[in-house]
Nanobody
Framework: QVQLVESGGGLVQPGGSLRLSCGAA????????MGWFRQAPGKGRELVAS???????NYADTVKGRALIFRDNSANTVWLHLDSLSPEDTAVYFC?????????WGQGTQVTVSS
């Protein structure tokens, strides 16, 4: 079992930036593929970015070039930095830890992009 707790959401103006963090407690953090997903109102949950054990990253086309995911296994933390925010980025952002077929989720943090 691993428990995930996100922080860093809130209200951001268009064009602004945000950094979300996800702390993990439980089993060894370094054994998991970590990811950030988001779910906008009325839409399904979608992958934003992921980072594997070796630090290889993957980004959704909608955030490529303005997103950065990074992890510190010794601190059991993964971050998502997102620039050039637009209202289309408004969603609940979820931290995910995956090991094989097992997925763990945080409770989510709301990000609202609005002037």
């Amino acid at each position: 079992q691993v428990q995930l707790v996100e922080s860093g959401g809130g209200l951001v103006q268009p064009g602004g930036s945000l950094r979300l963090s996800c702390g993990a407690a439980g089993r060894t953090f370094g054994s998991y593929v970590m990811g950030w997903f988001r779910q906008a109102p009325g839409k399904g949950r979608e992958l934003v970015a992921s980072i594997n054990l070796g630090g290889v990253t993957n980004y959704a086309d909608t955030v490529k070039g303005r997103a950065l995911i990074f992890r510190d296994n010794s601190a059991n933390t993964v971050w998502l930095h997102l620039d050039s925010l637009s209202p289309e980025d408004t969603a609940v952002y979820f931290c995910n830890a995956q090991e094989g077929r097992t997925n763990y989720w945080g409770q989510g943090t709301q990000v609202t992009v609005s002037s």
